[in-house]
């Protein structure tokens, strides 16, 4: 059995290791209810594949694996796994129990039906809303089993590891109320100093504990039985002035909550961001809060829409941010523009324009995982963009200013850049040409002694063809990458 996929932290970062290497997460994700059958689900890996992605992001729902108490069945996890293994995908597991959007939609006949043994969440007027009492002990009790006879399954049968992770609920909380005000919510509410801390923010604060201990205690008892890197997700809500339980779920951890919720996480090794922003400063905003201080930081979900920038968020998640992963949803359906097309027609399988665009950055992307890894954090590399109105942008690296210009007539030349040392760089991307220079005052030309195409093979660079010669001619000339690619250059030494 190959080694166990991990998070490993040190120099105040974190990295994902997978098979014993650095791994990078290059997503998609499957829309809600497209795994309850092989039917429905299979012909889709092989168009992640196409596009480029090196992991699935599978929906498990609790409802699939449990369904009659305490009876468990795994047909379809299997079927998850055997997919992804035929296509070269990695899978994180998504676990929809209690709370799928803060609803459990997901979860068995019995305890949606069930309302003395499984309790809904009451409002002020004492009204059942759409979500669970996440004090409720036999609900997570429930819960627990189920999880813990998914990842034992796992451990006791996914010998090859596809399964890297484990998404622990979806966007977890309450909806319809700011917190539960069944008689044991009342009563742990009066017991603590809930008004005193909190102020208006009480309710909000009460229902972030009681959510946060309810994960905590399910992750803690699943990494007894089989350690996976685990995570929760987060419905953000509005960015100013959302109202909990109405706008978001009230207990989810949001950005003025955050601190809150880690207080009681032990087990839960990162809580990921759910970003359907469209602008590049509220993407960068979420990416600050959620992956600051070095906490691992990673894009649980990202919008799919044709406009919504996947192809370019990805450079910024990765080479600004240090993440371990982006993971747009959905591969077959779309959001939040859902009038728009899917990156892939479920029913017929046309690709929309945005999947071919996405398909680029994950190609050059996955062609250099583990340089972008080693350089995560550093000052030895750089994002470059190309936003609105933006033509060229430049870097001041160590001994040798990197100026790149952008080419792309769509206006989404992208990439990173990275240098690997003194007088060698890697360009990673497309649609951009760079120029070395020699810093001021002086801003002569560096003269290039190799540029060359091709990409990564663990640690090992792999030549595939040089830059071709007209690129080259002349001292000071650009190197170009146009095509979604890696290239290597080396310059003269000073």
């Not at 090859?160 to 742990?188: F, H, K």
């Not at 470059?384 to 206006?411: F, K, N, S």
């Amino acid at each position: 059995m190959t080694e166990l996929p991990r998070l490993d932290r040190r120099d105040g970062r974190t990295r994902l290791l997978v098979d014993g290497r650095p791994f990078l997460v290059l997503g998609l994700q499957w829309d809600c209810d497209s795994c309850f059958s092989a039917e429905e689900m299979a012909p889709l890996f092989p168009h992640a594949a196409r596009m480029g992605a090196n992991t699935a992001a599978l929906p498990v729902y609790w409802r699939e694996i449990e369904p009659t108490p305490g009876c468990f069945a795994f047909g379809m996890v299997d079927e998850r796994l055997r997919q992804a293994r035929a296509h070269g995908l990695r899978v994180v597991l998504l676990w929809f129990a209690t709370w799928k959007n803060a609803c459990p939609f997901y979860a068995p006949t019995d305890v949606r039906d069930d309302p003395e043994a499984y309790p809904r969440a009451l409002d002020r007027r004492g009204a059942p809303t759409v979500s669970l009492c996440p004090s409720a002990p036999e609900t997570w009790r429930r819960d627990r089993d189920a999880l813990i006879a998914l990842v034992t399954h796992l451990r006791d049968t996914d010998e090859a590891r596809t399964a890297i992770m484990v998404q622990v609920e979806n966007e977890p909380g309450i909806l319809g109320s700011d917190r539960c005000y069944c008689p044991r919510c009342d009563e742990r509410f009066a017991a603590g100093a809930w008004a005193t801390e909190w102020g208006a923010d009480a309710a909000e604060a009460f229902s972030v504990a009681s959510v946060a201990d309810y994960i905590e205690r399910l992750a803690a008892a699943a990494k007894a039985v089989y350690p996976l890197p685990l995570y929760t997700n987060v419905d953000l809500g509005p960015a100013v002035g959302g109202i909990p339980g109405a706008d978001s779920p009230s207990g989810g951890a949001v950005p003025a909550m955050l601190d809150m919720f880690r207080q009681h996480l032990r087990h839960v090794d990162f809580i990921a961001p759910d970003i359907y922003a469209s602008g590049y400063r509220d993407f960068a905003r979420l990416c600050r809060i959620y992956g600051g201080e070095g906490r691992p930081l990673y894009i649980a979900e990202h919008s799919s829409s044709p406009t919504g920038r996947a192809e370019r968020n990805v450079f910024y998640a990765l080479g600004e941010h240090g993440a371990l992963g982006f993971d747009p949803w959905a591969i077959d359906a779309v959001f939040p523009h859902q009038e728009t097309p899917p990156l892939v027609d479920p029913v017929g399988g046309e690709w929309g324009p945005q999947a071919s665009a996405l398909r680029d950055s994950y190609h050059a992307i996955a062609r250099a995982i583990a340089p972008i890894v080693a350089a995560q954090g550093t000052n030895r590399l750089f994002t470059a963009v190309q936003e609105a109105a933006e033509d060229r942008t430049g870097w001041a690296a160590t001994g040798c200013d990197v100026l790149i210009a952008y080419h792309r007539r769509d206006g989404a030349g992208r990439g990173l850049v990275i240098q690997v040392a003194p007088d060698e760089f890697l360009l990673i991307g497309l649609g951009f040409d760079v120029r070395f220079r020699r810093p001021r005052p002086d801003g002569r030309p560096r003269p290039i002694v190799v540029a060359e195409w091709g990409r990564f093979e663990g640690d090992r660079w792999v030549a595939l063809h040089p830059i071709r010669r007209e690129h080259l001619e002349s001292v000071g000339a650009p190197v170009k990458l146009l095509e979604p690619g890696v290239a290597r250059v080396v310059l003269a030494a000073t």
